[in-house]
T-cell receptor, first 115, second 109 residues
């Protein structure tokens, strides 16, 4: 297991189209997080899962956004009817919840460009 | 989650120690201090974290003041590859991370 994998690395789409991103976390990690990052800013929290349960969603996650983590393994983030403002880097991270409170491992991200 | 304050940018000479400060005066008793860095166009990389004791790993050292209101990340021998944006974050129990703008560290030859 080489870490958190995200696919695709880059996505260019026309405004109004739907896009879906995939994240494969580190296999033994039970938590999975999605963040969004625009140029010059730190990542912004979108949502996170513990196993297959989605425990928290940010207000940034409008009804056009949906995330799933079936069977508590990989996760998908779908954006419907994309807008130019959705252009950003979408980052996935995973962690193992233990008493030692280890940090996250991030993937390399999916860069979305809406034209 | 407590907020953090970091300088916008810093410079460091290659081979010297880089000391990156962070203020987190509103940190609560069960919140950890985390440090991540992000090299251009890559995902953030975990560096180190601590609760109240100083910590050291193969990448860096973390010095937390006794009142826990501030901390310093130390890269003992900075290299050009350490040029990145460094984020200081406080959070508890592996919850969501609230990111600021970080410190842009430039390591110069």
């Amino acid at each position: 297991d080489t870490g958190v994998s995200q696919d695709p690395r880059h996505k260019i789409t026309k405004r109004g189209q739907n896009v879906t991103f995939r994240c494969d976390p580190i296999s033994e990690h039970n938590r999975l997080y999605w963040y969004r990052q625009t140029l010059g800013q730190g990542p912004e929290f979108l949502t996170y899962f513990q196993n297959e349960a989605q425990l928290e969603k940010s207000r940034l996650l409008s009804d056009r956004f949906s995330a799933e983590r079936p069977k508590g393994s990989f996760s998908t983030l779908e954006i419907q009817r994309t807008e130019q403002g959705d252009s950003a880097m979408y980052l996935c991270a995973s962690s193992l919840v233990t008493g030692n409170n280890y940090g996250y491992t991030f993937g390399s991200g999916t860069r979305l460009t809406v034209v | 989650d407590a907020k953090t304050t970091q300088p916008t940018s810093m410079d460091c000479a290659e081979g010297r120690a880089a000391n990156l400060p962070c203020n987190h005066s509103t940190i609560s008793g069960n919140e950890y201090v985390y440090w991540y860095r992000q090299i251009h166009s890559q995902g953030p990389q975990y560096i180190i974290h601590g609760l109240k004791n100083n910590e050291t790993n193969e990448m860096a050292s973390l010095i937390i003041t006794e009142d826990r209101k501030s901390s310093t990340l130390i890269l003992p021998h900075a290299t050009l590859r350490d040029t990145a944006v460094y984020y200081c974050i406080v959070t508890g129990n592996n919850r969501k991370l609230i990111w600021g703008l970080g410190t842009s560290l430039a390591v110069n030859p």
